[in-house]
């Protein structure tokens, strides 16, 4: 964790309003390839078990979204906007950034009222722990360079690239 993370901040009203005219199914959809690309495979079998036919939803509340997914026994799929999910977690988008990048504690967040958790709380404690447990560096920009995402996925392909200029380079 950093030891000094950014001020909090809020998207302004204006920006809320305009993202919360999106349609939700959408943004479920994306939310959940980024979460099966990323976290689905790293999962314990029995964190699966335990989210098999459970209704979930992140709220981001200062942009006013809602993205509402399942887990089906193989992957997370996205589902209709639900009233009462079995576990929602709410924040600000900038929370739920830092939190990816691993630069806030939730516990932290949790107890300042920034994080909040709904519903089914011992489901709440396992994705918890189950995230904390996981190697998570998938918000890390230089996880997502180009060459990055190339060493990854077809190491192969990347032989055959010119190197990085000096000023595309990740800096350490």
């Known amino acids: 964790m950093n030891a000094t993370p950014p001020a909090p901040f809020t998207l302004p009203r ?9 349609p939700a199914y959408p943004g479920s959809m994306l939310l959940v390839a980024a979460i099966n690309f ?16 459970k209704r979930l939803a992140i709220r981001v509340r200062d942009a006013r979204l809602g993205f509402d997914f ?3 026994g193989q ?6 906007p639900q009233a009462n999910p079995d576990l929602a977690i709410s924040a600000n988008a900038q929370d739920f950034l830092l939190l990816a990048q691993r630069r806030q504690d939730p516990d932290t967040l949790f ?22 447990a996981l190697e998570l560096p ?5 996880h997502w360079s180009p060459r990055a995402v190339l060493e990854r996925k077809a190491p192969h392909l990347l032989r055959q690239l010119p190197p ?9």
């Open 111 to 132: 107890f300042n009222r920034r994080l909040v958790m709904e519903g089914d709380t011992e489901l709440g404690l396992v994705v918890k722990n189950a995230l904390d």
């Open 138 to 142: 998938v918000l890390a920009p230089s």
């Open 75 to 80: 992957r997370f799929a996205p589902s209709a």
């Open 38 to 53: 990323a976290l689905a495979r790293q999962l314990p079998q029995d964190v699966k078990d335990i989210l098999q036919g």
């Open 164 to 172: 990085l200029p000096s000023f595309l380079k990740p800096r350490p």
């Open 14 to 22: 204006p920006v809320g309003a305009v993202l919360a005219r999106l």
């Open 70 to 72: 399942s887990w089906n």
